[in-house]
């Protein structure tokens, strides 16, 4: 099978090249699944769980890309809850080979179904950026109606999809961003927006909970604006400064395949849009990554047609 592979950690994204590969087995409770598109995150080059297995050994030649939709192929031992030819989307384990490759070996806990009404490329965008909305939202923060919410980052990809679930939830919803990004957040439902280069952040006041996925000093600058008894969420890095009377936490997004089928119902219903700036064929992978274009929205890799 046809896959992007990196062999040279020092090279990074660099290295990337399209390869051949044996086709993927499918242990004991996986299923291997036919990729017709991905996602990834530029930075995951840099993750540890990219070079080396769960027992710290160098698993080079590395697939990279954690999001994926496609069908199901190959059910392995004791496999139970999917089947062959079956729609699915969902997460590929953070220290095996990931969805850029034409079939990708997936744990079928990882994954749940894929109606028939939403396009691949629409499914491969949402794993990462809507579990980590809404488990930073409300495994970790706790987010409840009538409460405020700062959401950094409100057009990117994790920050658009929190935007519209707090606003749901029945939050007051501020997005913070670039200039440009003002009239979509506005758009996705956020109350209030913040320009974080033109505008005080000290000036949004206290709040709730703040979801954050800059890091840096918007990051430690938040910690003072959370009320007592409210929670500072981050998915950038652990946090310097934590809030004087409330909770800092930093989390890596786990698999759940029951929200992920409800995020999926979201997507049907059009209570939740997912944002797809860019698809680019899996030949183009290895340059997407390393793009400096800006893209409003996700960029999917289309690995096979429909």
Do not use: C, K
């Not at 930075?43 to 697939?63: C, H, I, Q």
């Amino acid at each position: 099978m046809r896959a992007l592979v990196v062999r040279d950690r020092e090279a990074g994204a660099a290295g990337l090249a399209l390869e051949d590969l044996p086709f993927p087995h499918a242990a004991e409770n996986d299923v291997v699944v036919h990729v017709h598109a991905a996602g990834f995150t530029r930075g995951e080059l840099d993750w540890p769980g990219t070079w080396t297995d769960r027992a710290g050994r160098d698993r080079t030649p590395s697939v990279p890309g954690h999001e994926v939709s496609g069908v199901v192929t190959e059910l392995g031992y004791g496999t139970t809850g999917l089947t062959v030819g079956q729609r699915v989307f969902g997460l590929t384990d953070w220290t095996r080979n990931g969805s850029l490759a034409e079939y990708v070996a997936v744990e079928a806990r990882n994954l749940a179904p894929l109606p028939a009404d939403i396009e691949h490329t629409t499914a491969a965008a949402l794993p990462v950026s809507g579990l980590t909305a809404w488990q930073g939202l409300f495994d970790h923060a706790r987010l409840a109606a009538g409460q405020t919410v700062l959401i950094h980052g409100a057009a990117g990809a994790v920050g658009s999809i929190a935007v519209q679930l707090a606003r749901q939830a029945g939050a007051h919803v501020v997005g913070t961003g670039r200039a440009d990004d003002r009239d979509t957040v506005s758009d996705l439902g956020a109350h209030a927006f913040l320009d974080l280069d033109d505008g005080r952040l000290e000036d949004v006041g206290q709040v709730d909970v703040v979801l954050d996925v800059i890091g840096g000093d918007v990051l430690d600058r938040s910690a003072a604006l959370v009320r007592p008894g409210g929670t500072l969420v981050t998915i950038a890095h652990p946090p310097t400064t934590r809030p004087d009377d409330g909770r800092a936490v930093f989390f890596v997004v786990e698999p759940d395949r029951l929200r992920l089928a409800d995020l999926a119902q979201r997507v049907r219903d059009g209570r939740l849009r997912i944002r797809v700036g860019a698809i680019e064929p899996l030949a183009a992978a290895a340059a997407a990554f390393t793009s400096r274009r800006h893209v409003r929205g996700r960029t999917v890799i289309r690995v096979t047609e429909e």
